[in-house]
């Protein structure tokens, strides 16, 4: 079965960093897929970013240069660092792991900067 568990959100004041990390239940590949989404209030969840099973990743453009994503197929992690966080990055993010050809989903970690 697999499980993802997010870890690391929290409060953390505008400019700040915070680092998210997901741990993955079963070994991890390069060409497993991994990312991050999020979820503000009110809003559809969005990408935030992903490494695909080729090495490449990708950003919403409006994070680009703020966040890096990276993994650790040993450790079975993915990591999500965030800097100069701002009120606009207050969401629930879910890390997302293709597996087998499909998409599994960790629970979420809240993420709350506050204005």
């Known amino acids: 079965q697999v499980q993802l568990v997010e870890s690391g959100g929290g409060l953390v004041q505008p400019g700040g960093s915070l680092r998210l990390s997901c741990s993955a239940s079963v070994s991890i590949f390069s060409f497993n897929s991994m990312g991050w989404y999020r979820q503000a209030p009110g809003k559809e969840r969005e990408l935030v970013a992903q490494?695909?099973?080729?090495?490449?990743?990708n950003y919403a453009d409006s994070l680009k240069g703020r966040f890096t994503i990276s993994r650790d197929n040993v450790k079975r992690s993915v990591y999500l660092q965030m800097n100069t966080l701002t009120p606009e990055d207050t969401a629930v993010y879910y890390c997302r792991l293709v597996y087998g050809g499909f998409p599994y989903w960790g629970q979420g970690t809240q993420v709350t900067v506050p204005s």
């Open positions: 490494i695909t099973g080729t090495g490449t990743t």
